[in-house]
């Protein structure tokens, strides 16, 4: 069984954790501002990850020096793996409500998002799983770069979890995030999101 779509729109940011691999270095952009005060049932408590995300720098556009290269990396990539987190593989499971599942969106394209929920989130399996178990979450971030600071992102990203419980998938959620720097933190303003899942027999969940 699988599903496949793709969807665009506009609006703003995210925030958590990774493992950084990145050749080059900073931008003066960090920092955690979500624009929902609302999150998924079960977030508030410290949360490992399963799998780290591994965050990459891609092309760089314009004079932007090392350091800041990988600090923006760095903050992008926090933003893009929360979402993963609130909307995708954190929290508990089996559960109705997405609430909270697109922290660090912009109004609108948190609205939108809302909107796309089967598409930008887990709510098409989320009331039917027990278990979320990451396989993949990468990242790799265009930068644009004036005056020597990180102006603008886009974040290419692929995750790849299963799920457990009545559906037992194998999804893959890959895309582009477009971000930009706002008050210290990224914002998103711009999504391209796509979905596939396929069913997983019980004995077997190889990665």
């Known amino acids: ?24 270095c900073s931008s003066d952009d960090e920092g955690d501002d979500p624009t929902e005060k609302g999150r998924a ?5 410290p949360r490992v990850a399963q799998v780290p995300l591994v965050a990459t720098v891609g092309k760089v556009t314009g ?13 992008v990539g926090r933003t893009v793996d929360t979402w993963f987190e609130a909307a995708w593989v954190g929290g508990d499971f089996p559960r109705r ?36 178990t990451v396989v993949r979450r990468t990242v790799k971030v265009d930068l644009l770069g004036a005056s020597k600071r990180a102006v603008g992102a886009t974040a290419r990203f692929r995750l790849v979890f299963d799920t457990d419980g009545d ?23 711009e999504y ?13 969940k190889d990665n």
């Open 1 to 24: 069984m699988s599903t496949k779509r793709n969807r665009r729109a506009r609006g703003a940011a995210l925030v958590l954790v990774l493992a950084l691999f990145a050749s080059g």
């Open 41 to 45: 049932p079960g977030l508030d408590e």
């Open 63 to 75: 004079k932007l020096p090392p350091k800041r290269r990988t600090q923006a990396v760095t903050t």
């Open 97 to 132: 409500s997405m609430k909270g599942s697109w922290p660090g969106f912009t109004r609108d394209l948190a609205a939108q998002a809302r909107h796309d929920r089967t598409l930008t989130s887990n709510a098409q399996l989320a009331g039917r799983i027990d278990e979320v």
């Open 167 to 189: 559906a037992r998938r194998r999804v893959t959620v890959t895309g582009r995030l477009t971000l930009s720097p706002v008050k210290g933190t990224w914002r998103i303003f």
């Open 192 to 204: 391209d999101v796509a979905r596939s899942a396929r069913a997983v027999p019980a004995s077997r």
